[in-house]
């Protein structure tokens, strides 16, 4: 059994690139929502600098990829809420296993946002516009929801397999 922890010990790399990855993505997001925001309300004021139409909508887009990428983030430093009332009751084993159930279900809503979200993102999203950028599909609107879903069920692996592997007596647990 050692072996197969070993194995699968050397993944960790492909799931440090793929959380920064995300962390990269988030941070390009969050300067491109300060500029954007920043350049509307100079543009309100001061008459040179432009207001553009679309900044809202785009502005407000951008931060749904950020609120649904960083989301997915917390679940690789266990930074999520999480209820543990009842952890000081309980025997480490109980807990453990209790873990376990609770990746399993994170694990099935990541994979539900991916399908669900891509159906509207594929289909509702690409059928619509922005209002103000007519030539941008609102898929990219929906596309966050399916797209978080999946650096989701990246990191729920690696957390359940943490959490296996604690649970083999194998690993230590990082509370």
């Known amino acids: 059994m050692n072996g197969v922890f070993e194995k699968l010990d050397r993944l960790k790399p492909v799931y440090d690139a793929v959380y920064k990855a995300t962390m990269f993505l988030c941070k390009l997001l969050l300067i491109a929502d300060v500029g954007i925001t920043s350049m509307a309300v100079l543009g309100r004021y001061v008459s040179f600098v432009p207001d553009p139409a679309w900044s809202e909508e785009i502005v407000l887009t951008l931060m749904v990829y950020m609120a649904v990428l960083s989301a997915s983030m917390a679940l690789r430093r266990n930074a999520h809420i999480r209820m543990t009332a009842l952890d000081t009751f309980l025997p480490k084993k109980v807990i453990q296993v209790l873990d376990i159930l609770a990746d399993l279900a994170v694990l099935a ?58 649970l083999a007596g194998k690993g230590e647990d990082n509370r």
């Open 109 to 166: 809503f990541g994979v539900i946002m991916i399908v669900e979200g891509w159906k509207y993102a594929s289909g509702i999203g690409s059928k619509g516009f922005y209002t103000s950028i007519p030539t941008l599909s609102k898929f990219w609107m929906y596309f966050p929801v399916p797209l978080a879903g999946v650096t989701m069920v990246v990191f729920e692996i690696e957390t359940f397999y943490n959490h296996v592997k604690v």
